[in-house]
């Protein structure tokens, strides 16, 4: 009987490991699949030309000057320049309308706030491609007046509107909804309003979520190419991205040049990654989008 137990246990203890090779062999698979693209870039921006055309893995000796040269020829100072003010002004956008539109919708109760809701939601369906006629009708000024005429060629054509984002709305909503009602019995005993509970109460304990807000809104703007090479004509405000693709254009085969550019647009957002990290792995967490 006690040989019989310990052959079923070990049976079950190999099944167990089994499967657990399984496991890692698919996800050490799936990260080199994932990993690859992003090496294959990093190091072909540090090769000669020479060594991209003969499709080598690894530089025989790093060349930073890549980096220089890729900046100074794409113009690279004033498109990144542009980029930053851009995803400032469009996170700080989002981050206002979405934290005053998740708070309505999680804790004020109004005429018709489901039907909103649902409504506001259906909009993640559409996709990007179908708003870009609209929107750029809008900051024409062809459907409704704007202030100083057309906003083509502008930081508010740019910015404007994409600060309201209805995915970040559902995500401070899903945070805002747990906040536990005691809370606000407690500060309405105090004299609260809604605006001075959702200040001085709700955003500190909200801190993961925002971050996660921060983090999306951020990439989004950052990586934002179609829309700024619809509505600029000009360098005056072109964001990096659409400098980037100038660069392609007139580089040609200069493959090292144009991987140096790629990791230079990359840099800022595996920085704003690198900080927030943790935020944005507990809003996830926490708001009820974890798988």
């Not at 508010?156 to 005691?182: I, K, T």
Request: proline share 5%; hydrophobic share 55%.
């Amino acid at each position: 009987m006690a040989k019989q137990t310990t052959r079923f246990l070990s049976k079950d203890l190999a099944k167990r490991y089994a499967s657990k090779a399984v496991l890692y062999l698919i996800l050490i698979l799936g990260a080199v699949v994932a990993i690859l693209p992003f090496y294959w870039m990093v190091s072909t921006s540090f090769m000669t030309l020479s060594e991209t055309i003969n499709r080598k893995w690894f530089p025989a000796e790093l060349q930073f000057q890549n980096y220089v040269d890729a900046w100074n020829q794409a113009k690279f100072a004033k498109y990144f320049l542009n980029s930053v003010i851009i995803t400032f002004t469009t996170v700080v956008g989002v981050l206002f309308t979405s934290t005053l539109a998740g708070y309505a919708f999680a804790r004020i109760r109004f005429a018709g706030r489901d039907f909103l809701f649902a409504l506001m939601l259906s909009t993640m369906m559409i996709p990007e491609t179908i708003t870009l006629l609209p929107n750029l009708l809008m900051i024409r000024g062809a459907i409704i007046p704007l202030p100083g005429g057309s906003w083509v060629n502008t930081l508010q054509g740019l910015a404007v509107p994409f600060m309201a984002n209805a995915f970040s709305v559902f995500l401070l909503r899903q945070f805002f909804a747990q906040v536990p009602n005691e809370l606000w019995d407690a500060a309405r005993i105090d004299g609260c309003g809604h605006l001075r509970f959702l200040i001085q109460v709700v955003l500190p304990i909200s801190k993961a979520p925002m971050m996660t807000v921060l983090l999306f809104s951020f990439t989004s703007a950052w990586n934002a190419f179609m829309w700024p090479l619809l509505v600029t004509t000009r360098e005056n405000w072109r964001p990096l991205m659409v400098g980037l693709w100038n660069f392609v254009t007139e580089a040609g085969p200069e493959t090292h040049l144009l991987m140096a550019g790629a990791v230079i647009t990359l840099i800022p957002i595996l920085i704003v990654y690198f900080f927030a990290q943790k935020q944005f792995t507990e809003g996830i967490a926490t708001t009820g989008l974890k798988g």
